[in-house]
């Protein structure tokens, strides 16, 4: 990790979702609500440095999650994307 990269990618947010969201957030596809990318929530920015997480759009930065965990509630703010898509088929245990 170099000084100009001091993120992970979505995946690194897989546990801290899974409280919240019976289906895998990192394989969904997400579309940002400032420039319209499309992406798979792993392809993300995750950004730790930070009371929670925050996840940023790869392309304009724009803020496209954020979650915090504190004592026995969770503040999740996902109004920096217009959708995010689940593929039934790809999800552990689907049916196929
Ligand atoms: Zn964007």
Redo the contacts with the bound molecule.
Sequence with gaps: MNASMNYLDGNAAAGELSTIFAMDVTTAEGQ??????KQRFADVHLYLQCPGLVAR??????V?LRLVNVQDRIFLDLRGMTHLIFNTRQQPGASS
Excluded: D, Q, T, V
């Excluded at 940002?32 to 990318?37: D, I, L, R």
């Excluded at 759009?57 to 724009?62: A, G, W, Y």
């Design positions: 940002c609500g400032n420039c319209g990318a759009c790869p392309l304009c930065e724009h496209l």
